[in-house]
């Protein structure tokens, strides 16, 4: 015997993962937790006998429910399933999953198509932060064919613009949680901060590396990887996050001068494997962090001008935009808006069994 349980496969920016109807799953956590694992196939590095990708990127699921907050029309938890553990991450958000979750609203009724556009407003009940998303619905429907192009992803699809409307202290309760734009940490200057996503921002010339490497070179460079683990579990504690060694946060992010037409150059650790992107939360992070001044991100960063500024974060496998509305001082900048343009598909819609076990 097995147990059925209604599931839509999306891709939601350059992730992908189980959407389901919090209504579908077990109320108890750890009931809830372990369904997940079966779903995805974890803990086995291929998850050959689950949905998951055998990727953290593609071992992901989001829980969607109508808001209890009268402020959001959505309720969003996202679950990070670990792909070789027998663990499920509640820690984090993801901006990837996030622009899959307003079309799944709409097609699954919880919020009414507007014609031509519809307006969701999400609330990530990991963080508590808000996000405001635009979904084109021509004629009251959910359309995916569209011409924007984001890396990572093949082809074009319909847009997806997500602004983060109170992402600074997501986790960490402030956007720098030390005070400082700048702090020493195991012996290098670093960036800890938090806008949606807790990265700790360090030159890549900090740890003996260009940061141009090609991310599968990095994945493979073991004495890298332990010296960024021993940053990120001092940086740890700096941002308010206990037991990070059993956490997906902090992440970490090596940054260098841009060379591929952009503002700055990125190798972003999600945060024990090079990613061949970089994460929504963690760009808007980086980008912010280009901004202050003093900070290793500003250094090496090469920003437009004006308040409002399109940072194009360069990565591996090609860069990511960022919009940033900027208040304040040159000497003290304020990043009062984030934003940035998503797409999302899905991908099927129907039934997902695990054993009635």
């Given at each position: 015997m097995q147990t059925a349980i209604r599931c839509m496969m999306m891709r939601g920016g350059t992730s992908k993962g189980a959407y389901f109807l919090c209504s579908d799953l077990p109320a108890e956590a750890g009931a809830r937790d372990a369904l997940l694992l079966k779903v995805m196939g974890s803990p086995d590095a291929r998850q050959i006998d689950g949905l998951g990708g055998a990727h953290p990127l593609t071992s992901k699921v989001a829980i969607v429910s109508r808001a209890a907050d009268?402020?959001?029309?959505?309720?969003?938890?996202f679950a990070q399933v670990l792909v070789d553990e027998p663990r499920v991450d509640l820690n984090q958000n993801c901006g990837n999953i996030l622009a899959g979750v307003a079309p799944f609203a709409i097609e699954r009724g919880l919020v009414p198509a507007a014609d031509p556009v519809t307006r969701v407003k999400v609330r990530t009940v990991n963080t508590g932060?808000?996000?405001?998303?635009?979904?084109?619905?021509?004629?009251?429907?959910?359309?995916?064919?569209?011409?924007?192009?984001?890396?990572?992803?093949?082809?074009?699809?319909?847009?997806?613009?997500?602004d983060f409307l109170d992402a600074a202290g997501s986790v960490c309760g402030a956007l720098l949680p030390t005070g400082r734009a700048v702090d020493r940490v195991a012996g290098v200057e670093a960036t800890l901060i938090d806008n949606g996503m807790p990265v700790i921002v360090l030159a890549a010339s900090a740890v003996?590396?260009?940061?141009?490497?090609?991310?599968?070179?990095?994945?493979?460079?073991?004495?890298?990887?332990?010296?960024?683990?021993?940053?990120?579990?001092?940086?740890?504690?700096?941002?308010?996050?206990?037991?990070?060694?059993?956490?997906?946060?902090?992440?970490?992010?090596?940054?260098?001068?841009?060379?591929?037409?952009?503002?700055?150059?990125?190798?972003?650790?999600?945060?024990?494997?090079?990613?061949?992107?970089?994460?929504?939360?963690?760009?808007?992070?980086?980008?912010?962090?280009?901004?202050?001044?003093?900070?290793?991100?500003?250094?090496?960063?090469?920003?437009?001008?004006?308040?409002?500024?399109?940072?194009?974060?360069?990565?591996?496998?090609?860069?990511?935009?960022?919009?940033?509305?900027?208040?304040?001082?040159?000497?003290?900048?304020?990043?009062?808006?984030?934003?940035?343009?998503?797409?999302?598909?899905?991908?099927?819609?129907?039934?997902?069994?695990?054993?009635?076990?």
């Amino acid at each position: 015997m097995q147990t059925a349980i209604r599931c839509m496969m999306m891709r939601g920016g350059t992730s992908k993962g189980a959407y389901f109807l919090c209504s579908d799953l077990p109320a108890e956590a750890g009931a809830r937790d372990a369904l997940l694992l079966k779903v995805m196939g974890s803990p086995d590095a291929r998850q050959i006998d689950g949905l998951g990708g055998a990727h953290p990127l593609t071992s992901k699921v989001a829980i969607v429910s109508r808001a209890a907050d009268p402020d959001a029309d959505i309720d969003f938890l996202f679950a990070q399933v670990l792909v070789d553990e027998p663990r499920v991450d509640l820690n984090q958000n993801c901006g990837n999953i996030l622009a899959g979750v307003a079309p799944f609203a709409i097609e699954r009724g919880l919020v009414p198509a507007a014609d031509p556009v519809t307006r969701v407003k999400v609330r990530t009940v990991n963080t508590g932060t808000l996000a405001e998303l635009l979904v084109e619905t021509p004629g009251g429907r959910v359309t995916y064919a569209g011409g924007t192009r984001i890396d990572g992803v093949p082809g074009t699809a319909a847009p997806i613009a997500i602004d983060f409307l109170d992402a600074a202290g997501s986790v960490c309760g402030a956007l720098l949680p030390t005070g400082r734009a700048v702090d020493r940490v195991a012996g290098v200057e670093a960036t800890l901060i938090d806008n949606g996503m807790p990265v700790i921002v360090l030159a890549a010339s900090a740890v003996g590396r260009t940061g141009y490497e090609p991310h599968g070179q990095l994945n493979e460079d073991t004495a890298l990887k332990a010296r960024l683990e021993e940053i990120r579990l001092a940086a740890a504690p700096l941002m308010n996050i206990a037991n990070a060694a059993h956490k997906n946060v902090p992440k970490l992010c090596l940054v260098a001068p841009p060379r591929a037409g952009g503002h700055v150059s990125t190798r972003s650790f999600i945060p024990h494997e090079c990613h061949a992107a970089i994460g929504v939360f963690a760009a808007v992070s980086v980008a912010t962090a280009c901004v202050l001044p003093g900070s290793p991100a500003a250094a090496a960063a090469r920003l437009p001008h004006g308040p409002t500024k399109l940072v194009s974060v360069e990565h591996p496998t090609g860069e990511f935009t960022v919009r940033l509305e900027v208040g304040g001082t040159a000497a003290a900048p304020v990043v009062t808006r984030a934003g940035l343009l998503r797409t999302a598909r899905a991908l099927f819609d129907g039934t997902v069994y695990v054993p009635a076990s």
